[in-house]
Protein backbone atom coordinates (compact mmCIF):
# COMPACT_ATOMS: atom_id res chain seq x y z
CA UNK A 1 0.00 0.00 0.00
CA UNK A 2 1.07 3.43 -1.13
CA UNK A 3 2.16 5.76 1.96
CA UNK A 4 -0.78 7.26 3.17
CA UNK A 5 -0.92 10.51 4.89
CA UNK A 6 -2.16 11.08 8.03
CA UNK A 7 -2.88 14.71 9.83
CA UNK A 8 -2.80 14.45 13.69
CA UNK A 9 -4.92 17.28 15.46
CA UNK A 10 -4.20 17.64 19.65
CA UNK A 11 -3.56 20.40 21.98
CA UNK A 12 -1.40 18.10 24.30
CA UNK A 13 2.19 17.75 22.72
CA UNK A 14 2.62 14.77 24.47
CA UNK A 15 -0.17 12.89 22.09
CA UNK A 16 0.99 14.53 18.77
CA UNK A 17 4.19 13.09 19.60
CA UNK A 18 3.49 9.81 20.79
CA UNK A 19 1.24 9.19 17.99
CA UNK A 20 3.14 10.83 15.54
CA UNK A 21 5.74 8.25 16.30
CA UNK A 22 4.40 5.72 16.29
CA UNK A 23 2.26 5.72 13.26
CA UNK A 24 5.85 7.44 11.24
CA UNK A 25 6.76 3.99 12.68
CA UNK A 26 4.08 1.91 10.72
CA UNK A 27 5.15 3.53 7.80
CA UNK A 28 3.11 6.47 7.57
CA UNK A 29 3.44 10.10 6.10
CA UNK A 30 2.47 11.98 9.64
CA UNK A 31 1.19 15.99 9.86
CA UNK A 32 0.18 16.85 13.48
CA UNK A 33 -1.34 20.20 14.36
CA UNK A 34 -2.20 22.04 17.77
CA UNK A 35 -5.09 23.74 16.43
CA UNK A 36 -7.93 22.74 14.50
CA UNK A 37 -7.81 26.58 12.47
CA UNK A 38 -4.15 25.45 11.56
CA UNK A 39 -4.95 21.42 10.43
CA UNK A 40 -7.68 23.11 8.55
CA UNK A 41 -5.94 25.52 6.85
CA UNK A 42 -3.17 23.13 5.88
CA UNK A 43 -5.94 20.24 5.00
CA UNK A 44 -7.09 22.75 1.98
CA UNK A 45 -4.18 23.59 0.61
CA UNK A 46 -3.09 19.93 1.06
CA UNK A 47 -6.40 17.57 2.24
CA UNK A 48 -4.85 14.51 4.07
CA UNK A 49 -5.89 10.61 3.41
CA UNK A 50 -7.44 10.85 7.10
CA UNK A 51 -7.36 12.85 10.29
CA UNK A 52 -7.09 11.57 14.07
CA UNK A 53 -8.99 14.48 16.21
CA UNK A 54 -9.20 15.84 19.13
CA UNK A 55 -12.40 17.05 20.87
CA UNK A 56 -11.32 19.12 23.70
CA UNK A 57 -9.13 21.98 22.26
CA UNK A 58 -8.71 25.48 22.67
CA UNK A 59 -10.44 28.35 19.58
CA UNK A 60 -12.59 25.79 18.14
CA UNK A 61 -13.41 22.38 19.53
CA UNK A 62 -12.93 18.66 17.12
CA UNK A 63 -16.98 18.33 16.50
CA UNK A 64 -16.57 21.80 14.92
CA UNK A 65 -13.22 21.70 13.49
CA UNK A 66 -14.70 18.83 11.84
CA UNK A 67 -18.17 20.01 10.99
CA UNK A 68 -15.85 22.54 9.27
CA UNK A 69 -14.20 19.57 7.19
CA UNK A 70 -17.33 18.11 6.20
CA UNK A 71 -18.90 21.13 4.74
CA UNK A 72 -16.16 21.93 2.33
CA UNK A 73 -16.46 20.02 -0.83
CA UNK A 74 -13.27 19.28 -1.18
CA UNK A 75 -12.24 18.39 1.90
CA UNK A 76 -15.91 16.12 2.56
CA UNK A 77 -14.52 12.77 1.89
CA UNK A 78 -11.68 12.91 4.29
CA UNK A 79 -12.53 10.12 7.06
CA UNK A 80 -12.03 12.05 10.89
CA UNK A 81 -11.72 9.55 13.91
CA UNK A 82 -11.80 11.27 16.84
CA UNK A 83 -9.59 10.63 19.83
CA UNK A 84 -10.98 11.72 23.60
CA UNK A 85 -11.26 11.10 26.66
CA UNK A 86 -14.85 12.50 26.53
CA UNK A 87 -16.61 8.60 26.98
CA UNK A 88 -19.83 9.53 27.61
CA UNK A 89 -22.35 8.11 25.28
CA UNK A 90 -23.66 11.81 24.34
CA UNK A 91 -20.11 12.59 23.50
CA UNK A 92 -19.63 9.40 20.39
CA UNK A 93 -22.96 10.94 19.48
CA UNK A 94 -22.31 13.90 18.52
CA UNK A 95 -18.79 12.82 17.30
CA UNK A 96 -20.81 10.74 14.73
CA UNK A 97 -23.24 13.48 13.95
CA UNK A 98 -20.49 16.09 13.41
CA UNK A 99 -19.01 13.75 10.75
CA UNK A 100 -16.65 11.09 12.41
CA UNK A 101 -16.59 8.12 11.20
CA UNK A 102 -15.52 6.25 14.47
CA UNK A 103 -14.44 7.15 17.69
CA UNK A 104 -11.38 6.45 20.25
CA UNK A 105 -11.09 6.72 23.58
CA UNK A 106 -8.61 7.72 25.47
CA UNK A 107 -6.22 6.63 27.13
CA UNK A 108 -5.85 4.27 23.79
CA UNK A 109 -4.06 1.09 22.83
CA UNK A 110 -1.97 2.11 20.44
CA UNK A 111 -2.22 -1.24 18.30
CA UNK A 112 -6.41 -0.53 18.26
CA UNK A 113 -5.44 2.90 16.87
CA UNK A 114 -3.60 1.68 14.52
CA UNK A 115 -5.91 -0.95 13.47
CA UNK A 116 -8.97 1.92 12.71
CA UNK A 117 -6.96 4.22 10.63
CA UNK A 118 -5.46 0.98 8.64
CA UNK A 119 -9.42 0.26 8.11
CA UNK A 120 -10.49 3.40 6.91
CA UNK A 121 -7.30 4.37 4.95
CA UNK A 122 -8.44 0.94 3.04
CA UNK A 123 -12.27 1.58 2.84
CA UNK A 124 -11.52 5.27 1.65
CA UNK A 125 -8.82 3.95 -1.12
CA UNK A 126 -12.07 1.55 -1.54
CA UNK A 127 -14.02 4.53 -1.93
CA UNK A 128 -11.98 5.95 -4.75
CA UNK A 129 -10.96 3.72 -7.17
CA UNK A 130 -15.06 2.80 -6.97
CA UNK A 131 -15.60 6.31 -7.71
CA UNK A 132 -12.92 6.33 -10.73
CA UNK A 133 -14.46 3.04 -12.07
CA UNK A 134 -17.96 4.28 -11.61
CA UNK A 135 -17.07 7.38 -13.66
CA UNK A 136 -14.94 5.44 -16.17
CA UNK A 137 -18.32 3.43 -16.70
CA UNK A 138 -20.66 6.58 -17.50
CA UNK A 139 -18.09 7.97 -19.56
CA UNK A 140 -17.76 4.73 -21.39
CA UNK A 141 -21.63 4.80 -21.86
CA UNK A 142 -21.87 8.32 -22.99
CA UNK A 143 -19.04 7.39 -25.38
CA UNK A 144 -20.82 4.45 -26.96
CA UNK A 145 -24.43 6.49 -27.37
CA UNK A 146 -21.80 9.36 -29.09
CA UNK A 147 -20.16 7.15 -31.49
CA UNK A 148 -24.08 5.27 -32.14
CA UNK A 149 -24.60 9.47 -33.06
CA UNK A 150 -22.14 9.27 -35.20
CA UNK A 151 -22.44 6.24 -37.08
CA UNK A 152 -26.32 6.90 -37.20
CA UNK A 153 -25.68 10.60 -38.98
CA UNK A 154 -22.46 12.53 -39.28
CA UNK A 155 -24.50 15.71 -39.55
CA UNK A 156 -25.58 14.71 -36.45
CA UNK A 157 -22.75 14.05 -34.42
CA UNK A 158 -21.88 17.09 -35.69
CA UNK A 159 -24.59 19.22 -35.02
CA UNK A 160 -24.31 17.91 -31.29
CA UNK A 161 -20.94 18.54 -31.26
CA UNK A 162 -21.31 22.41 -32.21
CA UNK A 163 -24.01 22.41 -29.20
CA UNK A 164 -21.91 20.99 -26.59
CA UNK A 165 -18.99 23.82 -27.66
CA UNK A 166 -21.82 26.57 -27.33
CA UNK A 167 -22.76 25.69 -23.51
CA UNK A 168 -19.22 25.16 -22.88
CA UNK A 169 -18.39 28.61 -24.47
CA UNK A 170 -22.17 29.86 -21.93
CA UNK A 171 -20.70 28.37 -19.03
CA UNK A 172 -17.25 29.39 -19.43
CA UNK A 173 -18.31 33.20 -20.34
CA UNK A 174 -20.35 33.39 -17.50
CA UNK A 175 -18.12 32.10 -15.50
CA UNK A 176 -20.08 28.88 -13.93
CA UNK A 177 -17.96 25.48 -13.83
CA UNK A 178 -19.47 23.54 -15.93
CA UNK A 179 -20.83 20.42 -14.43
CA UNK A 180 -20.27 17.23 -15.93
CA UNK A 181 -24.11 16.75 -16.20
CA UNK A 182 -25.05 19.59 -18.69
CA UNK A 183 -22.02 18.77 -20.42
CA UNK A 184 -23.28 15.28 -21.31
CA UNK A 185 -26.36 16.82 -21.88
CA UNK A 186 -25.38 19.01 -24.40
CA UNK A 187 -23.20 16.59 -26.22
CA UNK A 188 -26.59 13.78 -26.31
CA UNK A 189 -29.20 16.52 -26.31
CA UNK A 190 -29.94 15.02 -29.90
CA UNK A 191 -29.20 11.41 -29.20
CA UNK A 192 -33.53 10.94 -29.62
CA UNK A 193 -33.28 12.16 -33.27
CA UNK A 194 -31.72 8.87 -34.79
CA UNK A 195 -35.11 7.28 -33.78
CA UNK A 196 -36.36 10.18 -36.64
CA UNK A 197 -36.77 8.99 -40.66
CA UNK A 198 -34.15 10.25 -42.47
CA UNK A 199 -36.37 12.43 -44.60
CA UNK A 200 -37.95 13.99 -40.97
CA UNK A 201 -34.13 14.73 -40.33
CA UNK A 202 -33.23 16.39 -43.48
CA UNK A 203 -36.00 18.17 -43.42
CA UNK A 204 -35.43 19.30 -39.42
CA UNK A 205 -31.73 20.19 -40.31
CA UNK A 206 -32.30 21.88 -43.37
CA UNK A 207 -34.93 24.14 -41.65
CA UNK A 208 -37.38 23.18 -43.99
CA UNK A 209 -41.47 23.40 -42.62
CA UNK A 210 -42.56 19.62 -41.26
CA UNK A 211 -46.36 18.47 -41.90
CA UNK A 212 -47.94 17.95 -38.51
CA UNK A 213 -47.27 14.43 -38.16
CA UNK A 214 -43.39 15.03 -39.01
CA UNK A 215 -43.28 17.71 -36.13
CA UNK A 216 -44.85 15.11 -33.52
CA UNK A 217 -42.18 12.58 -34.60
CA UNK A 218 -39.53 15.76 -34.29
CA UNK A 219 -40.95 16.77 -30.96
CA UNK A 220 -40.58 13.54 -29.12
CA UNK A 221 -36.72 13.64 -30.02
CA UNK A 222 -36.03 14.93 -26.73
CA UNK A 223 -38.06 12.16 -24.34
CA UNK A 224 -36.71 9.50 -27.03
CA UNK A 225 -33.03 10.92 -25.25
CA UNK A 226 -34.18 11.00 -21.74
CA UNK A 227 -36.15 7.42 -22.19
CA UNK A 228 -33.21 6.17 -23.49
CA UNK A 229 -30.96 7.53 -20.67
CA UNK A 230 -33.16 7.66 -17.80
CA UNK A 231 -32.10 3.53 -17.58
CA UNK A 232 -28.14 4.57 -16.90
CA UNK A 233 -27.79 5.32 -13.18
CA UNK A 234 -26.29 8.75 -12.40
CA UNK A 235 -27.20 9.94 -15.40
CA UNK A 236 -31.29 10.83 -14.33
CA UNK A 237 -30.47 14.44 -14.39
CA UNK A 238 -28.80 14.80 -17.59
CA UNK A 239 -32.24 12.66 -18.76
CA UNK A 240 -34.13 15.26 -17.33
CA UNK A 241 -32.31 18.23 -18.61
CA UNK A 242 -32.80 16.62 -22.12
CA UNK A 243 -35.91 16.17 -21.38
CA UNK A 244 -36.40 19.35 -21.13
CA UNK A 245 -34.87 21.00 -23.86
CA UNK A 246 -37.94 21.99 -25.80
CA UNK A 247 -40.23 22.68 -23.31
CA UNK A 248 -40.84 26.27 -22.48
CA UNK A 249 -41.85 25.36 -18.73
CA UNK A 250 -38.38 23.99 -17.65
CA UNK A 251 -37.46 27.65 -17.44
CA UNK A 252 -40.49 30.12 -16.88
CA UNK A 253 -40.90 33.00 -18.56
CA UNK A 254 -37.86 31.49 -20.88
CA UNK A 255 -37.87 32.56 -24.54
CA UNK A 256 -37.47 29.12 -26.22
CA UNK A 257 -40.45 28.20 -28.77
CA UNK A 258 -41.46 25.20 -29.54
CA UNK A 259 -43.11 26.18 -32.72
CA UNK A 260 -41.92 26.73 -36.13
CA UNK A 261 -38.21 27.62 -35.66
CA UNK A 262 -36.96 25.86 -32.91
CA UNK A 263 -35.32 22.99 -35.34
CA UNK A 264 -32.37 21.26 -35.23
CA UNK A 265 -30.08 24.51 -34.89
CA UNK A 266 -28.13 24.77 -37.75
CA UNK A 267 -25.88 26.93 -36.36
CA UNK A 268 -24.01 24.12 -35.84
CA UNK A 269 -22.76 23.84 -39.64
CA UNK A 270 -20.78 26.87 -38.33
CA UNK A 271 -17.41 27.30 -36.63
CA UNK A 272 -19.03 28.74 -33.60
CA UNK A 273 -20.75 31.41 -32.18
CA UNK A 274 -18.71 33.97 -32.38
CA UNK A 275 -18.73 34.09 -36.57
CA UNK A 276 -22.55 33.66 -37.00
CA UNK A 277 -24.98 35.80 -38.22
CA UNK A 278 -27.71 37.11 -36.62
CA UNK A 279 -30.57 34.57 -37.43
CA UNK A 280 -28.17 31.67 -36.41
CA UNK A 281 -27.25 33.94 -33.14
CA UNK A 282 -30.80 33.82 -32.58
CA UNK A 283 -31.03 29.99 -32.77
CA UNK A 284 -27.96 29.41 -30.78
CA UNK A 285 -29.40 31.29 -27.68
CA UNK A 286 -32.67 29.19 -27.96
CA UNK A 287 -30.37 26.08 -28.13
CA UNK A 288 -27.93 27.35 -25.17
CA UNK A 289 -31.03 28.76 -23.42
CA UNK A 290 -33.15 25.07 -23.86
CA UNK A 291 -30.42 22.98 -22.11
CA UNK A 292 -28.41 25.90 -19.66
CA UNK A 293 -31.74 27.24 -17.75
CA UNK A 294 -33.31 24.29 -15.92
CA UNK A 295 -31.55 24.35 -13.44
CA UNK A 296 -32.16 27.75 -12.45
CA UNK A 297 -30.43 29.97 -15.09
CA UNK A 298 -32.72 32.99 -15.06
CA UNK A 299 -34.59 33.84 -18.49
CA UNK A 300 -33.00 35.93 -20.82
CA UNK A 301 -29.43 34.94 -19.56
CA UNK A 302 -28.23 33.06 -21.81
CA UNK A 303 -29.68 35.04 -24.34
CA UNK A 304 -28.55 38.11 -23.31
CA UNK A 305 -25.04 36.77 -24.15
CA UNK A 306 -24.97 36.86 -27.71
CA UNK A 307 -25.22 40.18 -29.95
CA UNK A 308 -27.29 40.67 -32.75
CA UNK A 309 -24.40 39.65 -34.79
CA UNK A 310 -23.98 36.34 -32.96
CA UNK A 311 -20.45 37.64 -31.37
CA UNK A 312 -20.58 36.76 -27.71
CA UNK A 313 -20.76 39.70 -25.56
CA UNK A 314 -18.61 40.63 -22.26
CA UNK A 315 -20.54 39.34 -18.92
CA UNK A 316 -22.24 42.23 -16.99
CA UNK A 317 -22.50 42.52 -13.41
CA UNK A 318 -25.70 40.99 -13.10
CA UNK A 319 -24.62 38.23 -15.94
CA UNK A 320 -21.91 37.57 -12.93
CA UNK A 321 -24.58 37.73 -10.29
CA UNK A 322 -26.89 35.34 -12.16
CA UNK A 323 -23.91 32.96 -12.34
CA UNK A 324 -23.25 32.69 -8.57
CA UNK A 325 -27.21 31.88 -8.05
CA UNK A 326 -26.96 29.21 -11.12
CA UNK A 327 -23.53 27.84 -9.52
CA UNK A 328 -25.24 27.12 -6.80
CA UNK A 329 -28.12 25.61 -7.63
CA UNK A 330 -26.16 23.44 -9.53
CA UNK A 331 -23.75 22.69 -6.37
CA UNK A 332 -27.10 21.78 -4.57
CA UNK A 333 -27.69 19.50 -8.13
CA UNK A 334 -24.74 17.83 -7.34
CA UNK A 335 -24.63 17.15 -3.74
CA UNK A 336 -28.60 15.77 -4.15
CA UNK B 1 11.80 36.01 21.08
CA UNK B 2 13.44 39.17 20.23
CA UNK B 3 16.31 37.54 20.26
CA UNK B 4 15.76 34.62 18.41
CA UNK B 5 13.82 37.32 16.11
CA UNK B 6 17.09 38.62 15.29
CA UNK B 7 18.92 35.58 14.84
CA UNK B 8 16.62 34.43 11.97
CA UNK B 9 17.20 37.46 10.23
CA UNK B 10 21.08 36.22 9.58
CA UNK B 11 19.81 32.72 8.65
CA UNK B 12 19.83 32.09 4.61
CA UNK B 13 16.06 32.59 3.22
CA UNK B 14 16.23 30.00 1.89
CA UNK B 15 16.17 27.82 4.63
CA UNK B 16 13.60 29.98 6.49
CA UNK B 17 10.88 29.67 3.77
CA UNK B 18 11.84 25.62 3.89
CA UNK B 19 10.87 25.85 7.79
CA UNK B 20 7.66 28.32 7.00
CA UNK B 21 6.50 25.67 4.77
CA UNK B 22 7.39 22.44 7.46
CA UNK B 23 5.39 24.60 9.65
CA UNK B 24 2.22 25.64 7.54
CA UNK B 25 1.99 21.35 6.60
CA UNK B 26 2.55 20.33 9.68
CA UNK B 27 5.37 18.04 9.17
CA UNK B 28 7.33 17.99 12.50
CA UNK B 29 9.72 15.48 11.10
CA UNK B 30 10.87 17.94 7.78
CA UNK B 31 10.90 20.66 10.30
CA UNK B 32 13.13 18.66 13.03
CA UNK B 33 15.75 18.36 10.37
CA UNK B 34 15.43 21.98 9.26
CA UNK B 35 16.27 23.16 12.29
CA UNK B 36 19.38 20.72 12.75
CA UNK B 37 20.34 22.79 9.36
CA UNK B 38 20.07 25.57 11.17
CA UNK B 39 22.15 24.67 14.51
CA UNK B 40 24.72 23.06 11.87
CA UNK B 41 25.20 26.02 10.04
CA UNK B 42 26.46 28.10 12.83
CA UNK B 43 23.64 29.20 15.19
CA UNK B 44 23.58 26.85 18.03
CA UNK B 45 21.06 29.62 20.26
CA UNK B 46 18.64 30.04 17.29
CA UNK B 47 18.42 26.09 16.68
CA UNK B 48 17.78 25.40 20.23
CA UNK B 49 14.86 28.15 20.31
CA UNK B 50 13.56 26.98 17.36
CA UNK B 51 13.42 23.00 18.43
CA UNK B 52 11.56 23.92 22.11
CA UNK B 53 8.91 26.18 20.63
CA UNK B 54 8.61 23.38 17.29
CA UNK B 55 8.71 20.36 20.02
CA UNK B 56 5.38 22.59 21.99
CA UNK B 57 4.15 22.66 18.77
CA UNK B 58 3.91 26.09 18.65
CA UNK B 59 3.01 26.87 15.26
CA UNK B 60 1.60 30.09 15.70
CA UNK B 61 4.68 31.42 17.55
CA UNK B 62 6.91 29.54 14.74
CA UNK B 63 5.45 30.63 11.70
CA UNK B 64 5.13 34.60 13.26
CA UNK B 65 8.34 34.98 13.61
CA UNK B 66 9.71 32.93 10.65
CA UNK B 67 7.37 35.79 8.43
CA UNK B 68 8.85 38.39 10.09
CA UNK B 69 11.67 36.66 8.73
CA UNK B 70 11.04 36.41 5.35
CA UNK B 71 9.67 39.99 5.58
CA UNK B 72 13.09 41.25 6.22
Not at chain 1, 30 to 50: E, I, Q
Not at chain 2, 16 to 24: K, P, V
Amino acid sequence: MAESDIMIVDDNPANLKLLEDMLQQRGYEVRSFPLGRLALASAKTNPPDLILLDISMPEMNGYQVCERLKSDQALSDIPVIFLSALNGAEDKVQAFRSGGVDYVSKPFQFEEVQARVQTHVKLRRAQQSERALLEKTLGGAIATLWELVQLTSPALALRSHSIRDIVLRIAKRIAIGVPWQYEHAATLCLLGCISLPDEVFEKAYCGQDLSPDEERMFRAHPETAARLLSKIPRLEIVSEIIRGQQSPQANPGSEVSVTGGDRITPFSNRTGPETLPGRHATLCNRRAQALLPVQGLPAGCAGRLFSRTGRIRTPKASDSRTAERHDSGARCLEHG
Amino acid sequence: MAALSAALAEIPLELIEQLRNATSIGNKRILDSLIRRVTETGDAGAGRSLQELADKYRYDDLTRLLDDACLR
